[in-house]
């Protein structure tokens, strides 16, 4: 089983702000890589695929870079609807598998 | 629009089951692999169960092998979870996800969850 680690487990930022949000897998991927934004008593919700490829109508201050076993999703400009937890998940081997996730909140 | 909706959900005790069903609509069903995850109170993401578009291939979760059984019915437009043998550490909110793209070699990428539905397996 390939093991995903996220870092940091939780960061805060104001609103403006540049954070990097950290994902590694234990084995190489590739570049099969997404990543997932998920709020409060919502479902979560695709944001990057193929570690860079950003879904169909994510705003492009989301940015995802990486490949093999070192990923990051980096939003250039907080806003106040990007506070959330965010899911990385590798679907290069069964099975498939996910981060423990990063919390993003206010400072 | 894509929808998923997911019901069967509930309380039940250990060594219990349950059936799972999630509705699918604004897409063909048929042409897309579907997946079951899950995630327990407070806590992470999950991937539970895989089944190809055709219903040809299908995995699970090491933990849930033998006691879960993913199906789907092209005809009802649904994808079925039925659960066997629950255990405590079962209890937590089941998603469907829909894949990204057509087809059964498609990449595991969720592009579409429902909203879920609770399973609560406590005596």
């Known amino acids: 089983e390939i093991v995903m680690t996220q870092s940091p487990a939780s960061l805060s930022g104001s609103p403006g702000e540049r954070v990097t949000l950290s994902c590694r897998a234990s084995?190489?991927?590739?570049?099969?890589l997404a990543w997932y934004q998920q709020k409060p008593g919502q479902a979560p919700s695709l944001l990057v695929y193929?570690?860079?490829a950003r879904a169909t109508g994510i705003p492009a201050r989301f940015s995802g870079s990486g490949s093999g076993t070192e990923f990051t999703l980096t939003i250039s400009s907080l806003q106040s609807e990007d506070f959330a937890v965010y899911f990385c998940q590798q679907y290069n081997n069964w099975p498939l598998t996910f981060g423990p996730g990063t919390k993003v909140d206010i400072k | 629009e894509v929808q998923l909706v997911e019901s069967g959900g509930g309380l039940v005790q250990p060594g219990g089951s349950l059936r799972l069903s999630c509705s699918a609509s604004?897409?063909?069903?048929?042409?897309?692999?579907m997946n079951w995850v899950r995630q327990a109170p407070g806590k992470g993401l999950e991937w539970v169960s895989f089944?190809?578009?055709?219903?040809?291939?299908?995995q699970y979760l090491d933990s849930v092998e033998g006691r879960f059984t993913i199906s789907r019915d092209t005809a009802k437009n649904s994808l079925f979870l039925q659960m066997d043998s629950l255990r405590d550490e079962d209890t937590a909110v089941y998603y469907c996800a829909r894949q990204l793209r057509e087809g059964s070699g498609s990449s595991a990428i969720f592009a579409s969850w429902g909203q879920g539905t609770l399973v609560t397996v406590s005596s």
């Open positions: 604004g897409f063909t069903f048929r042409s897309y692999s």
């Open positions: 089944i190809s578009s055709s219903g040809a291939t299908i």
């Open positions: 084995q190489s991927v590739t570049d099969n």
């Open positions: 193929g570690a860079s």
